[in-house]
């Protein structure tokens, strides 16, 4: 199993809810196991867990990067 740390930084909403819709669409995501909201440069920490790091690499780049109004991420891997 590889796990990983994930940094999101969000862009601007047009409503007040819209953190709370991508935190949703993240939590929807096969292979996240916790997101958590957090202050300062990243409004995310996600925590995956994948079978390989190509699992991992394509569940970055296809389903976190893949939500609307996600600006960029950071990897973290802890294990491979």
Known sequence: MVEAIVLVRVG???HLNFIKIVKEE???IKGVK???GVFGRW???IKLETRTL???GNL???????????Q??????MNF
């Open 12 to 14: 601007s909403g047009e």
């Open 54 to 56: 190509g699992d991992l």
């Open 43 to 45: 409004d995310f920490v």
């Open 60 to 70: 970055v780049t296809d389903c976190v990067r893949g939500i609307k109004g996600v």
């Open 72 to 77: 960029s991420t950071e990897t973290l891997v």
């Open 26 to 28: 993240l939590s929807k």
């Open 34 to 36: 916790e997101v958590n």
